[in-house]
């Protein structure tokens, strides 16, 4: 078999668990003005978002416009002002704001009838008037006219669109209930309609400049700290309307909108794409220090003493301890593993333990995914491991049973024969997880 193969289907094995966890689940996904700009790449990103509807992901789309809505203000020579990034929508703006967002809605539902083509039917999507705004009115002596804020969101009638197989799209007009026409900030609107929808996602494709420095992955409290220590305006008011959504959406991902595959990349990959800010999970997987020596100890002592790690003395600890990976929750350790390299192909996993309090909670296959992602970063081909009781466990994470002859010489020259431990092996591939 071809290497392109066998990676097509490592790939298509390792992301069937997402497509699992993924099915059902509710998804705001956030569209600035630069995608609409690249035709091809939206075409690519509406397969993509075809691709998803039809894994059962319900998906609502919000809409930015503020590059073309720049573009025909400027055809029409008319010009705007901005106060606290907010741009005054004046009266004789809102006709040129309708005509440029009824187009671009035009040419996604056109796209959208394309993306769905080998289905023989048009990828549904419907957009209406379930947000009502209001106006955003006169602030530090500014009136903002027609730029509203949202006043209220008909969400069961998002969610029976949704429940009835459609895509859900949402623009920067909005009406009131005086029959007022609005222009509202999408990035807010997306943050909003996610939070009353109580979505499971919300997915913001975001500019490279406000990705910078992001981490990888960052829990709601590093996502305060990052806010304060902003002095970016720009990315300020960025973080500071992700942050609104804090108590009620789980996770937040936010995803380069330069590249056309990081919204597969981001649900399907074990390290995504972008960024994860994340409220459902506190505990934090990180390398360990030598601070963490004494934390380990207190996990694994019992299990040492029951015969079921091998003993490892405080100093050896010290010694290998940037072997170690740990979980951390509310500055205890509840979890740790570690990588020894055996040969410039082979590493070892050892010591993988969870505290008895928190096992379960899927935290060992999460060890287990980080070591093997360090194997595969550093090159390593192959993981093997050594345990008296635990076989199975492995054995149903991919890993097979082998005779210790299997390992190099060196290695097995360190065998304990009192321990009798079983020698597992596992091929380590190079697609990651999310
Ligand atoms: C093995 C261990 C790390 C798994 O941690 P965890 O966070 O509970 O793992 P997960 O939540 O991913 O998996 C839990 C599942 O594994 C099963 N499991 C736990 N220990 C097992 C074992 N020894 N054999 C087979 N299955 C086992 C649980 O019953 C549970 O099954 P379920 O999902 O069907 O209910 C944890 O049980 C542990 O610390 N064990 C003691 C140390 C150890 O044996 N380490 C391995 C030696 S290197």
Known sequence: MKQSELDFINSLRQSSRYIEQHRGKTCVIYLPDV???????????????SLLHQLGLKIVLVMGATAQIDSALTTHKINWQLHQHFRITTTEMIPIFQQ???????????????????HASPLPIISGNWVTAQPKGVVEGVDFQHTGKLRKINHQAISASLEGGQIVLLTPLAYSLTGEVFN???????CEVANAIQADKLMIFSSTQQLQNMPKQMNVAELECLLQASSDPKQTHFLSQIAKTKHCIKRVHL????????????????????????????????????????????????LENQGILAKRSRERLELEINNFIVIERDQDIIGCAALYPISNKLGELACLAVDPNYQGQSLGLELLQAIETKAIKAHLKQLCLLTTHTHHW???????????????????????LQRQSKVLIKTLHSVTYN
């Open 255 to 302: 995803i380069d909108q330069n590249s056309p595959d990081a919204l597969l990349q981001e649900l399907f990959t074990r390290d995504g794409h972008g960024t994860l800010i994340f409220s459902d999970r506190y505990h934090q997987l990180r390398p360990a220090s030598i601070e963490d020596v004494g934390g380990i100890l207190e996990m694994i002592t019992p």
């Open 394 to 416: 492995f054995i149903e994470h991919g890993f097979q049973l082998n005779e210790l002859k299997a390992l190099p010489k060196e290695r097995q020259s360190l065998y304990n």
């Open 35 to 49: 995608l609409m700009s690249a035709p091809e790449s939206f075409k690519q990103l509406s397969q993509d978002l």
């Open 100 to 118: 440029t967002i009824g187009l671009l809605r035009s040419q996604m539902e056109a796209v959208f009838s394309q993306a769905n083509t080998q």
């Open 184 to 190: 509202l900030n999408t990035l807010e609107q997306a």
